[in-house]
C-alpha cells in the first residue's frame, strides 16, 4: 500500500559526482492530476515513462529552486517524483556555472 501524504513532501538532496538528486511525494489527490497528465504526449524516461515538464510539475503544486528535471518514474510508486540536477547549478537562475560544477565534482573526489 503505498504512502500518501497529507502535503506534497520533499527528499533531501543527495548527490553522486555529476548530479544532485531529490525525491518529491505527492499527495493522493496531486496524484490523481498527475495521472491525467501522464495520459498527454510529452518527455519519457529511458523506459518509456511520461516525464514531467517544468511547467506540469510545478502546475501540480511542487515548488522548488531553479534548474531541477523529472528525469525518471518510479514505476512501483508512480507518486514519487524523482529530480535531479547538474551539480553547480545556480538555483536562482538554473544555469549551471562550470566552476561551481568543478569544485563540487573535486569535493567529492
Do not use: C
Not at 491525467?36 to 523506459?47: I, K, S, V
Amino acid at each position: 500500500m503505498p504512502h500518501y501524504p497529507d502535503d506534497i513532501e520533499y527528499s533531501e538532496k543527495y548527490q553522486d559526482d555529476t548530479y544532485e538528486y531529490r525525491h518529491v511525494i505527492l499527495p493522493k489527490a496531486v496524484y490523481k492530476g498527475m495521472r491525467n497528465l501522464m495520459n498527454t504526449r510529452g518527455p519519457t524516461d529511458e523506459a518509456g515513462g511520461r516525464l514531467l515538464t517544468e511547467g506540469e510539475w510545478r502546475g501540480l503544486g511542487v515548488t522548488q529552486s531553479r534548474g531541477w528535471e523529472h528525469y525518471a518514474v518510479h514505476r512501483p510508486e508512480p507518486h514519487i517524483l524523482l529530480f535531479r540536477r547538474p551539480l553547480g547549478t545556480d538555483p536562482t537562475t538554473g544555469l549551471v556555472n562550470p566552476v561551481q560544477a568543478a569544485a563540487a565534482r573535486e569535493t567529492l573526489a
